[in-house]
Structure formats: structure tokens, C-alpha cells
């Protein structure tokens, strides 16, 4: 009998679209009416159903990748940087450079490169943007003896575990916030607390398996032959960095740097001695455009050897790009199947009646699956809070407990969902398949779970006290 091989990225998208579509046939169709955007407690009716057909099925990746452009044309522009980068061998000789420097203590990598994703997360949402660093720091772990979800973790469980505990993260929190009429420092006491053990628990979890592996490959979750060795860099054999290839990562670093401050909202943070610049995508694809082009002409390559590289580079990760466009169009496909509102409908009445612990822990469990069908969190906010907010009041819940069960429920959901992009992106770089990211972190996630029900049992307990 054949052992049974999980379905590639592809194929597990292309089949939750398929499974949206029929329930566009099943679920009864409604919608909220909605002033400025928001929808309106209490206003949810039924309209004439428009179910999704074999068309709709073929059109909404293609709807997908056009509601996605902009963070694929991101990735892409990255992928052309990195091309650039790589031709000139600053990135391998620096690696190496790295390696035989915390050669014994290369786990210590871990910890710190972790909080500092956390730190990301926590503080402005940091998430699609880490997309740019897994091609950076796969070659680093691999070549220090781990497997590549140690890469992908340190990146990945990083900032999702920041996400999750997002303290002033704008995109969750602060438009939470504003749709709840309440301040975003309301709260913030419970989510530091949380955003402390999480990291810490994240921390723990990737630096023990890191052990695992590193004292016997055999361990490892992944089939070996995934990343066979003449693909992992050989430290002992790279070249000392020269002069050009010290000024290529300095710029390198510079580029990462101006994009990490360009996306921190300082203004909404209170901070007003630095200008915010409210870059997003376009300006960061720009960035990395600007970036590619000014390393390899000041490097040497030439004109056509840089536009070479950075085709080359975009090539190879259009696969993320398409993986982006896949998962965007479920919820497209949902949103034009009129069912993404009598989803939040039914929640609305589950809630209606209950006492405060029942109410907030219903109303994680709740967001849990809210987060599969709407991964964005900005997204998930918009639509569910307005009305959540206000049954919160009658079970004499705050709303900053239910703005910390809607953001601890996305966070937790996106670590794993196949319709996260970041998710699935980050395994199909590393090569990973879904089926080993999930033997290797469910633990995390039910522990993760635990806490979170723990924390937000702990703080309707100290608001009603």
C-alpha cells in the first residue's frame, strides 16, 4: 500500500477554494448594513444568494493575485534585490564570516533574532514584511548544522508571537481600537504580560528542537533530501570579504533598516519626534527596486549583467507570489458569495446572553475560525468589532478584552492556516511540506491556546473585581 504524501501548497489552496465555492451553494446569503464602511449590530438581513460556479472557481485566484498585486510585486521586487545581492557574494562570504565567529554558540542566534521579530510584531504589525528575510536567513542556519524550519521558525514563530501579543500593532490593535471607541493603551498591561510569555514560550519551543537536531540530524522533522548538501553553504571554504562586498552589505543592512522604519506609525504611537513616512508596499517594492540597481552598478556588474541578476532573482520567488494570489482569492471567493457576513452573523447570536467569562472565551473561540475564512487581521477588525464591541457591554466585558481575544485568536490561527500567504510562503521557500510544520508545531499552538484562555479568564476576573 502506497504511504499517503501530503498534497502540495498548491492543491491544499486550490481545494479550500473549491470548498468555499460549494458552501456559497449551502450557507444562506445576508449582509449588515454599513455606514462608512462599518457594519451596523443588530441590521443583518438576507439578500438573493449568488453562488459561486465553476467560473468564479477558475476566476478567484486570478481576482486574488490583482487584490494581492501589490504584496507580490513586493516579494518579487525582493527576490530581484536578492538576485543583485548574491551575484556579488557578499551575502555567502558574510555568512561565513558570521558562522566561524559563533561557531559553538550559534544558538544564541535564536533568541536573539527571535525577540527582535517579536519586537517587530508587537510594535507595528510586523508580518508580510518578514517575507524579504527568509531568504536571508536560511543559508545562515543551515550552514550552522539545523534543518530549515529552525530558519523559518526563528522568523516566523518570531513575530507571529509578537502579532499575537501585538501591544501598539496598528493593524490589529489600534484599528480595533478606534472601531471600539477606546484608547490603545486600554489593555496594554495584559498584552505586555502575554507578549513576555509568549516570546519566551516561542523561544524555548525553537531552541530546544534546534538542540534536537543539531546534536542528531536524524531528528529532524523534514525529509533530508530537501536541502541535499550541495546546497548548504560550506563556511570553511568561503573567501574573506573584501572591500566592495563590506560596502554591498552595508547597504544591504540599509535597505532593511529604512524599510523597518518606514512602516512604524510613530504618529499613532504618540511619538512625534520622528517623522512617520507611511510607506507600504509600493514604496517598499521601490526600495528594494532602487536598492538592487544602486549595490550592483556600485559593485561593478554592469547594466545588463544587474538586469540579468535581478530578473533571475524575482523568478525564484514568483512560486511565493503565486502562493500570495492563491490564498488572497478564498477571500474574495467568500466575500462575492455573500457568506462572509452571515458567518459573523451566526457568532453574533451565539454571544447574545452569556455571563463575562463564558462570553470572553466564546468570543476567542469564535475569532478562531473567523480568522481561517479572514486572515487579515485589519480586515477581520473592520468587520467584526463594531459589532462584538457592543455585546461586550452587556456581558459587562471591556472592550479591551475582546479587542485581546479577536487579536489572540488571528495571531494563533495565522501561525498555521493554509490561507495565511505568510504562512505558506514561508514553506514553500524553505521547502517545507504543510504536513511537517504541523507535526512539529501543534504542540506550540496548544500551548499557546491554554495560555490564552488562562489570560483572558485572568483579566475579565480583574476588570470585574
Not at 445 to 455: G, N, Q, R, S
Amino acid at each position: 500500500m502506497k504511504r499517503f504524501k501530503m498534497p502540495t501548497a498548491y492543491a491544499i489552496l486550490a481545494g479550500l477554494i473549491v470548498a468555499v465555492a460549494i458552501a456559497t451553494w449551502l450557507v444562506p446569503t445576508g449582509q449588515y448594513d454599513y455606514v462608512d464602511g462599518l457594519p451596523v449590530a443588530g441590521s443583518y438581513h438576507s439578500v438573493e444568494a449568488n453562488p459561486q460556479g465553476i467560473g468564479e472557481i477558475l476566476l478567484s485566484p486570478l481576482k486574488g493575485f490583482f487584490d494581492a498585486v501589490d504584496v507580490e510585486l513586493f516579494i518579487l521586487m525582493v527576490g530581484g534585490f536578492l538576485g543583485v545581492v548574491m551575484e556579488t557574494g557578499a551575502i555567502n562570504n558574510g555568512v561565513a564570516a558570521v558562522v566561524r565567529r559563533m561557531r559553538g554558540r550559534e544558538k544564541w542566534m535564536i533568541p536573539i533574532l527571535m525577540t527582535l521579530f517579536g519586537i517587530g510584531g508587537t510594535t507595528f504589525g510586523m508580518w508580510e514584511e518578514t517575507m524579504a528575510f527568509y531568504p536571508i536567513l536560511l543559508p545562515v542556519f543551515l550552514a550552522a548544522g539545523y534543518d530549515a524550519i529552525v530558519s523559518i521558525s526563528v522568523i516566523l514563530l518570531g513575530a507571529g508571537a509578537g502579532v499575537l501579543c501585538s501591544t501598539v500593532n496598528p493593524f490589529a490593535t489600534g484599528i480595533a481600537a478606534g472601531f471600539a471607541g477606546i484608547s490603545l493603551g486600554q489593555g496594554m498591561v495584559l498584552r505586555l504580560a502575554m507578549l513576555v510569555v509568549y516570546e519566551a514560550v516561542a523561544i524555548w519551543f525553537v531552541m530546544r528542537y534546534a538542540a534536537r537536531v543539531k546534536a542528531d540530524p536524524e531528528k529532524s522533522i523534514m525529509d533530508h533530501n530537501r536541502w541535499p548538501a550541495h546546497e548548504i553553504p560550506n563556511m570553511d571554504e568561503a573567501e574573506p570579504l573584501s572591500g566592495r562586498q563590506k560596502l554591498v552589505l552595508v547597504l544591504f543592512a540599509a535597505v532593511f533598516l529604512v524599510m523597518i522604519y518606514s512602516v512604524i506609525p510613530f504618529a499613532d504611537m504618540g511619538i512625534t519626534v520622528l517623522p512617520t513616512l507611511g510607506w507600504w508596499f509600493p514604496e517598499l517594492g521601490a526600495l528594494f527596486l532602487a536598492g538592487g540597481l544602486l549595490i550592483g552598478l556600485l559593485y561593478g556588474l554592469g547594466e545588463a549583467k544587474v538586469a540579468q541578476c535581478f530578473t533571475h532573482g524575482a523568478a525564484d520567488l514568483l512560486s511565493v507570489a503565486f502562493i500570495i494570489g492563491m490564498s488572497r482569492g478564498i477571500t474574495t471567493l467568500m466575500n462575492e458569495g455573500l457568506i462572509t457576513d452571515t458567518v459573523l452573523y451566526w457568532g453574533e447570536k451565539l454571544l447574545t446572553g452569556t455571563g463575562s467569562i463564558a462570553f470572553i472565551l466564546l468570543t476567542f473561540l469564535l475569532y478562531l475560525p473567523l480568522s481561517i475564512l479572514i486572515p487579515s487581521t485589519s480586515g477581520l477588525a473592520t468587520l467584526s468589532i463594531p459589532i462584538m464591541a457592543p455585546l461586550g457591554q452587556f456581558a459587562n466585558v471591556g472592550s479591551d478584552l475582546i479587542i485581546t481575544a479577536f487579536q489572540s485568536a488571528s495571531g494563533l490561527v495565522n501561525l498555521v492556516t493554509p490561507t495565511s500567504a505568510v504562512v505558506m510562503g514561508a514553506l514553500v521557500f524553505g521547502r517545507i511540506p504543510y504536513d511537517c510544520w504541523l507535526r512539529y508545531i501543534w504542540k506550540l499552538l496548544a500551548i499557546f491556546f491554554l495560555l490564552t484562555v488562562a489570560f483572558l479568564v485572568l483579566g475579565t476576573l480583574l476588570s470585574s473585581g
